[in-house]
């Protein structure tokens, strides 16, 4: 069985991939900045297989002090905290406020997560990253600037630091988790926190060193940069 670290726990896709993980009969350490009933109601029922430790990824203090909360091997670390950044229309104004704090999530907050669960990562080792379709040079539509910004910052980030870790045999993986029913995808989004964790799910048992470093969808399936 697996021991694995999934930041942003508390809702969405990471409550879900929280809960298939305890489902499979893996170990998980919930890193959410706030606990939510559902991940605590989720750690009650677990039998000890889930703990909650605090974690705001855009807090060094914080992300330390998570990260050593134990001492064990983590094979699977996801990398899912996110927020929407702005929504309206930024050409005339933008809330910098707001885009520094999507950055210190989105961009900082992963690798900050990263190094300080360093030490407890082997060869063989994933660190699965929630990105998105929106920070690719592919998407055809405008808006979500800060957001945009933000992902496609994360994928070449994490892009060169699957370059630096591929000696040691770690993987890294970019995922797209889908249009998802989320309080940020919205309730007409295409998928489920269900379907999309058990795509998450799958992707951080299978990711091979081979194709460390690549941008795919939740259903496995490549993404164009």
């Avoid at 039998?47 to 990260?67: E, P, Q």
């Avoid at 091997?73 to 927020?83: F, K, M, P, W």
Wanted: with cysteine; charged share 15%.
């Amino acid at each position: 069985m697996a021991t694995v670290a999934i930041t942003g726990a508390a809702r969405g896709i990471g409550l879900e991939l929280a809960a298939q993980h305890i489902a499979a009969g893996d170990t998980v350490l919930a890193l959410p900045r706030k606990a939510s009933p559902a991940l605590e109601e989720l750690a009650a029922s677990s039998g000890g297989k889930l703990t909650i430790h605090l974690c705001d990824v855009a807090n060094d203090a914080s992300v330390r002090a998570a990260a050593a909360s134990g001492d064990g091997v983590i094979d699977v670390l996801y990398n899912v905290a996110g927020v929407t950044g702005p929504m309206a229309n930024e050409l005339e104004g933008a809330d910098w406020d707001a885009w520094n704090e999507a950055f210190a999530i989105m961009v900082q907050g992963p690798l900050r997560v990263l190094q300080a669960f360093l030490p407890r990562l082997r060869e063989g080792s994933r660190v699965i990253n929630v990105t998105s379709q929106i920070g690719a040079s592919t998407w055809p539509m405008g808006g979500f600037y800060s957001y945009a910004a933000a992902k496609a910052a994360l994928n070449r980030l994490m892009r060169s630091v699957a370059t630096d870790l591929k000696p040691k045999g770690i993987v890294i993986g970019l995922v797209h988790p889908g249009w998802v029913q989320t309080d940020m995808g919205g309730p007409n989004a295409e998928i489920t926190p269900h379907e999309s964790a058990a795509g998450l799910l799958k992707l951080g048992t299978e990711w091979t060193l081979a194709d460390t470093g690549e941008f795919r969808k939740w259903n496995g399936e490549p993404h164009a940069w």
